[in-house]
């Protein structure tokens, strides 16, 4: 296994900052792997922290997504995504299990 990162880092510097950066990425999801999980409401396999998760649920909880419809497109977008979040029993786990987070932005007009 060393052998083959020692191949993939050769390679790398071989190809530029770019691969690089996809190593110094790949490094930082293999040591925060714990923290991450595949999110099922998700298009793509999106991998979230755990966090995140529980931030998202949090927010959909708090906001009123009956109209969803009211507003500009960009408000559409951020609501549509939130909606997913809403019912979620993964987010729900993790929202009991963890402390609520230090920071709330306030609600979106």
């Known amino acids: 296994m060393c052998g083959k990162l020692e191949k993939v880092l050769w390679l790398s510097r071989k190809e530029g900052p770019l691969a690089q950066k996809q190593i110094v990425g790949d490094r930082w999801l293999a040591k925060n792997r714990r923290d991450m999980i595949v999110c099922p409401n998700q298009p793509g396999q999106l991998m979230i922290s755990k966090s995140s998760c529980c931030k998202r649920y949090q927010m959909s909880r708090r906001e009123n ?38 920071f709330r932005p306030s609600p979106r007009p």
């Open 65 to 102: 997504l009956n109209e969803l419809l009211k507003g500009d497109f960009f408000q559409y977008i951020y609501m549509k995504g939130l909606s997913v979040c809403k019912d979620c029993p993964i987010g729900k786990k993790l929202a009991i299990s963890r402390p609520p987070a230090r």
